[in-house]
């Protein structure tokens, strides 16, 4: 018989919702309860899946073999300590933590106890990245997009770990291969954050990616081309679309057209497919495609690249306060920035 895995999720707000839905969807999966410190948030969520509301989430850790932390990125590390430590297994959202001493410990601390350490990172699960990992031989260049519209949720953290950290992993997870530079721009539009940023990344074997992001768009477009011998690969992320570009064969013509032909793809649910891999990992001990290590990993280039970032655009910074009359209206909206004197 099947066994059945116990599991919680801790912080239901916007994402957390949709975990409770999916969990309580599942085969031999019971959904024990789902935590948050909101009241009024926990009872709704806990009415629609209908499970137990807990306002503290450590009551929920007692009853459980495994949870989703869905909280804020600030709150992951406490909240994914005391769950270790209590012996169950996590499925983190992402960034893994807000810092890497934060995840290193985190890393260490699942190692240590033997627990499955996830990191939610769902753009691995999307089924046109699954279609084009199939064709995928010796990636030579990358291109990545990934833009949308003003929302004010994940306003508080930088458009790279928000939206770009998906494209770092998912790169970082094809070249196997040492990052020898990364060159960054990006600028605080609308908040005092990074709001669109462009990155360029150099592998030792010679891979070269350009990525973009932007949450300041009036389009949404989640896509990445991928270069490589003989063949460009298109993902469409948002419209679980992959295409491949190629040279037609024995086309010996003077003009050449390339070829773009629609690979299959099982239209699956990204969500839904990663946490089924959860419960899987759970029930078989084995590690998950996305570990707590991989999203250290991503969250390490993504805060390099923050790094990058705030180097260039401080001094563009420094030259509008200077202009601006007083600088004081500026400095406020883009205090961040301001905070520290260019070179
Ligand atoms: P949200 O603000 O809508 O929800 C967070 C919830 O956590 C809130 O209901 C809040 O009350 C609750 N909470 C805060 N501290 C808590 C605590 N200590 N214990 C219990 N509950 C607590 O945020 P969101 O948009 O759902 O994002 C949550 C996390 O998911 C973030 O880390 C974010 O980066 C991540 N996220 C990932 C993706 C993705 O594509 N993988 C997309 C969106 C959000």
Redesign the pocket.
Known sequence: MTKVIRVGV???????RYHAQKYAAMEHVHLVGV????EQ?VQTVARETDTTPYTD?RRLVDAVDAVSI????T??FE?GIYCLEQGVDVMM???ITSTLKQADALVALAEERGRILQV?L?ERFNPAMRAAQKRLTLPLFIEAKRVGGFTR??TDVDVIIDLMIHDLDIILSLIKSPITSISAAGAPVLTPHTDIANAHLIFANGCTANITASRISQVVERRMRLFQPGECLIIDFHGKKCSSMQLPANDCADTVTPTISELEVELTDALEQELLEFISCVRTRRAPVVTGAQGRDSLAVALAIIAAVKKNTQQLIHTLCAAEAGGTVLRQRLGLYCESKPN
């Open positions: 801790i912080g239901v707000g916007h994402l957390g935590a948050d410190i909101d948030r989430f869905v909280t804020p990125t709150s992951h909240v959202e992402k960034p939610g769902v949720r994940a």
